[in-house]
């Protein structure tokens, strides 16, 4: 493992070189490592409970050095709310608005996505969501709106598919919450490793999605009974009934905390 200690050595005397990575610049890679000595210190003592030497120590840099990489316990903390909420509801706006996927498709890749950042940053997102109320205010309202901004999108799918006939008249507010949920406990439970890697896990939290709110294939017969037809009729009605009472055509859109 590359060590702070030889990236502080190096910018001194240039005696010591850190491995060659592509791609991974020195600042980058240091950078992280502070970022990932953070959320631990932050995990165990609590964000009031860590202070910037802590973190320094547990690097290997001096405080002073530090300050060339963060000024303030807040500043990792804006780093690890653009990367786990505000990052992915960028990645998950722009898989909604692909074109060459029908909503199907979309929910898949949502969820397969939003799974795979919880398998691979499953410390920075236990940290927020074990410091939450501990957060100063501003980070606080920017983690919210990341984590509003998440549901929207999932939620917006779901929407769609509805409309498009081929998810069931669910809610879809509730719908989202569910799945997200369901795709946020892997940050607590999984434990990825070369023998149990995450895309497997990833494509079966979607299929289990997908499953939720899809309409089943061969269940309704190509001639209903009257009965089966006013069942299929009052599951339409409920959902308009949803539509009507959420008011002014903003149906989707999430109006208090996620």
Known sequence: MVTAESYEAKGRSGEASAPRRSGAPRRKLLMSEIIEQAM?????????????????DAV???RPNLYNYVKSKEDLLVAMVEATTQSAADSLREIRRRTDLDSTGKLRLLVRTLVLRRAE?????????????????????????????????????????????RF?????RVTALSII????????WFHPSPSHPAEPVAEQIAENAVAMVAREVGRTPEAPTPLGAVALLQQDLDYLTRLLTTGNGEEGIPRDEV
């Open 168 to 172: 069931r008249p669910v809610d879809a």
């Open 40 to 56: 631990r210190l932050f995990a165990q003592r609590g964000y009031d409970g860590t202070t910037l030497q802590d973190i320094a």
């Open 121 to 165: 940053q499953p410390a920075q997102f236990r940290t927020l969501d074990r410091s939450d109320q501990a957060l100063p205010p501003k980070i606080a309202e920017k983690h919210l709106r990341g984590r509003r901004a998440v549901l929207k999108e999932v939620t917006a799918v779901i929407e769609e598919g509805i409309k498009a006939g």
């Open 181 to 188: 949920g369901m795709c946020n406990w892997v940050a607590w």
């Open 60 to 62: 290997g840099l001096s």
